[in-house]
């Protein structure tokens, strides 16, 4: 049997003062972002992640 990785981004920011953080598959990442930015977010941090 293989063994896939799949790729999830970890995206940081801050709303209301808040700092907030969420991991997502990498498909997602770029929507998640743009859905939080709608919402007044400021997204400081995203990095992409391996999982095995």
């Excluded at 049997?1 to 953080?21: D, N, P």
Aim: charged letters at 25%; glycine letters at 6%; aromatic letters at 6%.
């Amino acid at each position: 049997m293989r063994l896939t990785k799949a790729l999830l981004v970890l995206i940081r920011w801050m709303q209301a003062g808040h700092r907030l953080e969420e991991t997502v598959p990498l498909t997602q990442a770029r929507h998640r972002r743009l859905e939080l930015e709608a919402q007044g977010a400021t997204v400081y941090w995203s990095e992409r992640l391996a999982q095995g």
